[in-house]
């Protein structure tokens, strides 16, 4: 699928709201590309064999920096892998169905290997991905992220370079 979003998630420390902009591209399994374009560039892309999260520049003339990962254990890419399981009561999380709203609660065993205690999906009555216009997820420290969607495509053919990160020059790496 590839869509736009915004991201609104509450600061634990000072308490506001951090708002951000980009595009989300996912090819199931273990394969996305989240681009944040405002208020500054970064871009975390994911694959089976590694991550990569990079922040750009500050300034021009400064260093980008980039963290790369080895596996896809990045609880985003294991959480649009489970939500391919659909919208049904399965091993990972329990489903609740109400006026076009989905409600995910996690399993102990999903809360512990994932990181996250619940997620409510706003989707109008389709419950169909293309309908998708909200994602909030709660993570187990209690710290909600929410996703605002527009534009979803679905069944978008994605070539596997879209899920690899050319480092840019000047920039910092650091490995995990």
């Known amino acids: 699928l590839r869509g736009k979003y915004t991201q609104e998630e509450k600061s634990l420390v000072a308490g506001k709201r951090k708002k951000s902009e980009g595009?989300?591209?996912?090819?199931?399994?273990?394969r996305i590309r989240f681009e944040i374009l405002k208020p500054h560039q970064i871009i975390f892309v994911g694959n089976p064999k590694r991550t990569w999260y990079y922040s750009a520049p500050p300034f021009d003339g400064e260093p980008g920096e980039v963290t790369?990962?080895?596996?896809?254990?990045?609880?985003?890419?294991k959480f649009f892998d489970i939500l391919a399981k659909g919208f049904v009561k399965n091993d990972s999380y329990d489903v609740?169905?109400?006026?076009?709203?989905?409600?995910?609660t996690f399993t102990k065993t999903a809360k512990e290997e994932f990181g996250l205690k619940s997620a409510i999906l706003s989707m109008g009555e389709e419950y169909t991905f293309p309908s998708l216009k909200k994602i909030a997820v709660?993570?187990?420290?209690?710290?909600?992220?929410?996703l605002f969607l527009s534009?979803?495509?679905?069944?978008?053919?994605?070539p596997e370079t879209v899920f690899r990160f050319e480092i840019p020059a000047n920039t910092r790496q650091n490995r995990q």
């Open 23 to 30: 595009q989300i591209e996912y090819r199931q399994p273990c």
């Open 68 to 77: 790369i990962s080895n596996g896809a254990q990045h609880p985003i890419l």
């Open 96 to 104: 609740a169905k109400k006026e076009g709203v989905v409600t995910l």
């Open 138 to 146: 709660t993570l187990s420290d209690n710290k909600t992220i929410e």
């Open 151 to 158: 534009n979803i495509k679905p069944n978008v053919a994605l």
